[in-house]
């Protein structure tokens, strides 16, 4: 003990301290604060599972496999996390009419909570994104400015400028965003869906995704408007040049082929 | 009408015959089927029989030059008076800036009345009866050739030319010499690219830094399936040379599983299955990213040449004529991605010298 309190002005005697004060409070948390949460956690968590399980069992099985482990008509579901079934399901996109080059947005059968249990389920398969809290994709507050940037950079070669979507290979499009629930458009950006790549936290993190979502908001939502007006699918100047050489130029052709058609005279002949 | 638009010869034998008749209808006769019908007979309209007539279309011109000064005047008062920021809803046009569409609409109704006036008075009031104004012959009278000649003649005389020799020939030259300031200018044109299509600003140990976040990138921080754009460390936004640097280095990274890349060399060049790519297009150079991560597709959107990021970056349709440029990548010993050298081919569209 003597020797102890000999060294207790050496310069690294505060770092020490330090060391074993913060050793003991994170050893002593884990030991007791999380254990009853986790438990009570787990029971609820484990049900959900269960629910899901069977969910899956009727809705998804024929094409991902008992286990979701993936078969010739569907890809393995290990990994892809609660966010990817988020936002398959609740889109309607899962489960899927027929197959095709692309499984189109159609109207969702399942209510959330089904929706969770069969998230729950998949993301017990394997460690994947989980679905996005509110203060995650809520628009508000973020930088529109910014987020029209990073749309240019990552998204707007396939989705347009605006979101209006556009063509891809083989039958395959990417879609509009118009009126998408900012969280799908979150959970689409972290999970990649179907030929979408994934933009992970990792390379576009949170914050980008949130300026993106308030640049769609901006630009392509209810409350969005085009000061010129008639957007012609907001594709820029090829729609505008076709509508005005069809319609603008025949519009006079047409005026001035009536004028010339008409006759003044008191005799018609 | 005078005689020297119109020599004798060239009127119709109808007309001169007799004017009050103008436009009477001669038969073809036997011996000459073709012959000039003339004009048919004029009629008159109902503005130039009733006064009344005349008058109503007088009002309705009148009206419509009126209705075009008060939309000019509607024009001025909402360009005044309506707010920029101002959105109503038109139908069909959806939500619109009202200032826009006032300013369109009473602009149009204008234009539009003035030229709506002036096409109703032209064909209601003016006159309407048929003139034929006969072409004149092109050749001029003999006298006037010869006045020209003449002239130009006693001009040559006056002005010397042929006897002052040093006169004639500083006018040459300087006329000779003058065009020289056009072709002069024509340098500016250049100077020639020399190597600079040949090269980017990628080189052994640059990092490769993320577009979005502006931090270098990890190997870990790339999933397999995810698309990620990458500038070369050092090139910032606001260099005065950054357009034409990122349009030469833009950099599209992937991470596919190794067992899924074709190429060997693609493979090689590649780090756990992390390759890079040349994002400018080798058609005419549109930047190219449309991936499809489950078909390892990327798809240039201006004439859809598609190219197999699996194997090689390989043109499997379209214009292009060569694959993407790869560029080789490593790690450093800090963990993060770095490149290798520069791309080993000019990136972006074929140009004559490319070989």
């Known amino acids: 003990m003597k020797k102890l309190s000999a060294r207790r002005r050496h310069p690294l005697a505060a770092v020490v301290v330090l060391l074993i004060a913060l050793a003991a409070t994170g050893g002593l948390y884990t030991l007791f604060a999380p254990a009853d949460k986790a438990k009570a956690d787990e029971t609820a968590q484990s049900l959900a599972i269960d629910e899901g399980k069977k969910l899956y069992a009727v809705g998804c099985a024929s094409c991902h496999g008992t286990g979701g482990q993936g078969t010739t008509d569907g890809p393995s579901l290990v990994g892809v996390g609660a966010a990817a079934v988020d936002f398959q399901v609740a889109t309607g996109r899962m489960p899927a009419q027929q197959p095709g080059a692309q499984v189109p947005k159609k109207r969702n059968i399942y209510s959330q909570a089904e929706i969770d249990q069969l998230a729950a389920y998949i993301a017990s398969l394997g460690a994947g994104p989980s679905v996005p809290t509110e203060n995650q994709y809520n628009p508000e507050g973020a930088d529109i400015a910014e987020g029209g940037e990073l749309f240019r950079t990552n998204c707007a070669q396939c989705h347009n400028f605006t979101g209006k979507g556009g063509a891809l290979t083989t039958g395959k499009y990417a879609p509009t965003l118009e009126d998408v629930d900012p969280k799908h458009i979150y959970e689409a950006m972290q999970t990649g869906p179907q030929n979408m790549p994934s933009f992970p936290d990792t390379t576009l993190t949170e914050k980008n995704k949130k300026d993106i979502i308030a640049y769609l908001d901006a630009v392509n939502s209810d409350k969005s408007e085009s000061p010129g007006g008639l957007e012609l699918g907001g594709l820029g100047p090829v729609s505008e040049g076709l509508f005005g050489w069809i319609f603008g130029l025949g519009g006079l052709i047409a005026v001035a082929v009536w004028v010339a058609a008409r006759t003044a005279k008191a005799k018609k002949s | ?355």
């Open chain 2, 1 to 355: 009408m005078s005689s020297q638009d119109t020599p004798e010869e060239n009127l119709p034998a109808e007309r001169a015959a007799d004017d009050s008749e103008h436009g009477a209808v001669a038969v073809p006769g036997e011996k000459n089927p073709f012959a000039d019908p003339g004009l048919p007979p004029h009629e008159h309209r109902i503005q130039d029989i009733d006064e009344r007539a005349a008058r109503r279309s007088e009002r309705a011109v009148a009206f419509m030059f009126t209705l075009s000064m008060l939309a000019t005047v509607a024009f001025i008062a909402s360009f005044v008076a309506v707010p920029v920021d101002k959105s109503i809803y038109v139908f069909p046009l959806g939500h619109i800036s009202a200032l826009n569409f006032a300013l369109g609409m009473t602009l149009g109704v204008a234009l539009f009345c003035i030229g709506a006036g002036a096409v109703h008075w032209a064909r209601t009031l003016m006159s309407d009866v048929e003139l034929a104004d006969d072409r004149h012959a092109i050749e001029a009278e003999p006298e006037v050739r010869a006045k020209v000649m003449d002239d130009f003649r006693q001009g040559a005389k006056e002005s010397a030319l042929g006897r002052r020799k040093l006169i004639r020939n500083t006018m040459f030259g300087a006329l000779t010499l003058v065009p020289l300031s056009g072709v002069v200018l024509l340098r500016d044109l250049g100077p020639l690219p020399e190597d600079k299509l040949r090269h980017t600003l990628w080189r052994k140990g640059k990092l490769l830094v993320n577009m979005n976040t502006d931090e270098p990138l990890r190997p870990s921080d790339v999933a397999v399936g995810s698309l990620t754009f990458a500038k070369p460390e050092g090139l910032e936004e606001h260099d005065h040379d950054f357009q034409n640097e990122i349009a030469k280095a833009a950099l599209m990274i992937v991470r596919l599983q190794p067992e899924n890349i074709k190429d060997k060399r693609e493979l090689e060049w590649s780090h756990e299955g992390i390759v890079a790519y040349s994002k400018i297009c080798t058609h005419v150079g549109c930047p190219i990213s449309l991936y499809e991560q489950q078909t390892h597709h990327v798809l240039c959107p201006c004439h859809q040449s598609t190219f197999d990021l699996s194997d090689g970056a390989r043109v499997i349709f379209g214009p292009a004529g060569h694959a993407l440029p790869q560029l080789r990548i490593g790690v450093n010993d800090e963990g993060y991605l770095e490149a290798l050298g520069d791309f080993e081919e000019p990136v972006g569209p074929a140009f004559w010298e490319r070989g």
